[in-house]
């Protein structure tokens, strides 16, 4: 079936460090991909989506690049900020479908 | 952008009681809602996906008596727990799909559910 894995948490950097998010995917066809964002109390809010193979998205720093050769999205930042601190969730949608989220990954910024 | 708007933001009701939760999109047809419970530090749980105008599919376990969802329209479904026990507590979170299904989903902003 459709399934997304995503790197367990929780993850703890300092201000400024490199952020990375491990996410791959499985699915039949060619799904869309996308990364959520949930603040705390708050619902989902999208981060960035790739509808494609090699679509790179982006948005806040953040960017994703969707491999088909290794059925992956990994999340990516140069540079976190405190304000960063958040769950966040990849997910993928299939045409009729609904979609599928993974596990979560909590991210907290240390000043 | 898609907006969705879900209301009450939080709701503390007694044990026996019915809890109803709205979802609305404000400014797209939303031709399927989906409606997910997120437990604390958890991933969301698909319940049932509604389509406007048909009967809901829930996904197993879910029981279809007791969440009750109607999508009478193409901007408004609802989430009716009924008789609510504490067990039922969770953060419960709508999204909306418009007609490009490749565009992501639209998320309301939750409900947290007490039971008491």
């Known amino acids: 079936g459709n399934s997304v894995t995503q790197m367990e948490g929780p993850v703890t950097l300092s201000e400024e460090a490199f952020l990375t998010i491990n996410c791959t995917y499985t699915a039949t066809g060619y799904p869309s991909l996308f990364w959520y964002v949930q603040y705390p109390g708050e619902g989902l809010q999208l981060l960035l989506k790739a509808t494609k193979a090699d679509d790179k998205g982006s948005n806040k720093g953040f960017e994703a690049t969707y491999r088909k050769e290794t059925t992956s999205f990994h999340l990516e930042k140069g540079s976190v900020q405190v304000s960063d601190s958040a769950v966040y969730f990849c997910?993928?949608?299939?045409?009729?479908?609904?979609?599928?989220f993974g596990a979560g990954t909590r991210l907290t910024v240390k000043p | 952008g898609a907006v969705v708007s879900q209301h009450p933001s939080r709701v503390i009701c007694k044990s026996g009681t019915s809890v109803k939760i709205e979802c609305r999109s404000l400014d797209f047809q939303a031709t399927t809602m989906f409606w997910y419970r997120q437990f604390p530090k958890k991933s969301l749980m698909l319940m049932a996906t509604?389509?406007?105008?048909?009967?809901?599919?829930?996904e197993q376990g879910v029981e279809k008596d007791k969440f009750l969802i109607n999508h009478a329209s193409l901007t408004l479904s609802t989430l009716t727990v009924t008789s609510a026990h504490p067990e039922d507590s969770s953060f419960y979170i709508c999204?909306?799909?418009?007609?490009?299904?490749?565009?992501?989903?639209?998320f309301g902003s939750g409900t947290r559910l007490t039971v008491v």
């Open positions: 999204s909306a799909r418009g007609s490009a299904w490749n565009y992501g989903y639209t």
């Open positions: 997910a993928l949608t299939l045409k009729n479908n609904d979609m599928r």
């Open positions: 509604s389509n406007e105008g048909s009967k809901a599919t829930y």
